[in-house]
């Protein structure tokens, strides 16, 4: 398969660890991934099929499909009220937070302090956070998303978070959710 991009090994690595590989991501590697995969679709496609895989493309973002059994269809089912929970947080605390939308865990703590909203949901979050203070369950909530590959950490120094554009898979999970609730009412 001499047609496929020399850093395939790599791109399957991110994406088979359900992962996501985003377009406005600030690393020259994972921008390189998103142009070799958007350029080489097709064979990438088939030659991930062949070993069980399916190569979806979403709004300006890649990730990987398979068949699964229940098990691994429940511990994903997981993972998305995870990713609700936590998509919900952050919508409460900025309603524009998506792709491009940069915070920091300090000033996102600060907000809770003074919007008993917030501080309730992410107080609700403590499970999965597992810290005592409200800049340390931010920021856990920061680094679950990033090891998803829907955040980055874009500047360490001054702790400041970038939104990926991956995160519209989140949001396209939720409207789906959304319009079975509404023709489910109908009906």
Not at 22 to 47: G, K, R
Not at 55 to 73: P, Q, S
């Amino acid at each position: 398969m001499s047609d496929l991009p020399k850093h395939t090994e790599k791109i399957f690595e991110t994406l088979s660890k359900g992962g996501f590989i985003s377009a406005n991501s600030s690393t020259s590697e994972m921008h390189n991934f998103y142009q070799s995969i958007d350029e080489n679709f097709d064979p990438l496609y088939d030659y991930f099929k062949t070993i069980g895989f399916r190569l979806e493309r979403g709004d300006d973002y890649f990730h990987f499909t398979r068949f699964e059994n229940k098990a691994d269809i429940e511990r994903k089912l997981e993972t998305a009220y995870k990713w609700i929970d936590v998509l919900d947080f952050f919508k409460t605390v900025n309603s524009s937070f998506g792709p491009g939308t940069k915070l920091s865990p300090s000033a996102v703590a600060e907000q809770c302090k003074v919007n008993s909203e917030l501080k309730l949901k992410l107080e609700s979050m403590k499970k999965l956070t597992g810290e005592d203070n409200l800049t340390g369950r931010v920021r856990k909530l920061l680094e679950l998303l990033k090891r998803d590959e829907m955040v980055e950490l874009e500047n360490e120094l001054l702790d400041s978070w970038k939104v990926l554009s991956s995160i519209k898979y989140i949001e396209r999970l939720i409207e789906i959710i959304n319009v079975s609730e509404e023709d489910e009412a109908v009906n």
